[in-house]
């Protein structure tokens, strides 16, 4: 199965500021079949990004998804409040063997 | 809307089973399979399954193989995922969910989630 490893663990930064999240795959990821998500405490993760940088429906355009093969990033241009959550990889070209990373966590410096 | 509504949490002693619901509504349910990911106190999430609503096909992860089925009831748009020979380290927040529309049905990615079941395991 491939391998999802995501940098920093925790990112810790303050409102405004620029964060750059990473996810390395053990091996190349089919056709770009990646995907980022935001979890909060107690709540369901919600999907932000597919196919390694298409936005999802209602995502604000702060959030930006790039790379491909094996390195991939999560950008946030410009932090806000709500932003500070867990975030996390998953890699979808390899059914039926699905795989997420570890999880980075933002948090407020 | 699309919506999926788990049933509620559970306690169980190691060795038992556990069967949670995901009723879904908002959509024609046979349209989209279901996936089930599990995330177990402070840690990460874990892809468990998937199942077609359509024709009730199946794929499950290597390491549930065995002690995880999964299973749809189209007359009440619900999904079962029963869980057998519980462990501690399954104690854990079950959710269901279901792809983007464009998304690629047993894999991802997942625009609707359920809220989660918590399972405890413990004796």
């Known amino acids: 199965e491939i391998v999802l490893t995501q940098s920093p663990g925790t990112l810790s930064l303050s409102p405004g500021e620029r964060a750059t999240l990473s996810c390395r795959a053990s091996q190349s990821v089919s056709s770009s079949y990646l995907a980022w998500y935001q979890q909060k405490p107690g709540q369901a993760p919600r999907l932000l990004i597919y196919?390694?940088?298409s936005r999802a429906t209602g995502i604000p355009d702060r959030f930006s998804g790039s790379g491909s093969g094996t390195d991939f990033t999560l950008t946030i241009s410009r932090l806000e409040p709500e932003d500070f959550a867990v975030y996390y990889c998953?890699?979808?070209?390899?059914?039926?063997?699905?795989?997420f990373g570890q999880g980075t966590r933002l948090e407020i410096k | 809307q699309v919506q999926l509504v788990q049933s509620g949490a559970e306690v169980k002693k190691p060795g038992a089973s556990v069967k949670v619901s995901c009723k879904a509504s908002?959509?024609?349910?046979?349209?989209?399979?279901i996936s089930w990911v599990r995330q177990a106190p402070g840690q990460g999430l874990e892809w468990m399954g998937w199942i077609s609503a359509y024709n009730g096909n199946t794929n499950y992860a290597q390491k549930l193989q065995g002690r995880v089925t999964m299973t749809t009831d189209t007359s009440t748009s619900t999904a079962y995922m029963e869980l057998r020979s519980l462990r501690s380290d399954d104690t854990a927040v079950y959710y269901c969910a279901r792809v983007k529309p464009g998304g690629y049905d047993s894999s991802g990615p997942y625009s609707y989630w359920g809220q989660g079941t918590l399972v405890t395991v413990s004796s």
């Open positions: 998953q890699q979808y070209g390899s059914s039926p063997a699905i795989t």
């Open positions: 908002g959509y024609t349910f046979t349209s989209y399979g």
């Open positions: 196919g390694a940088s």
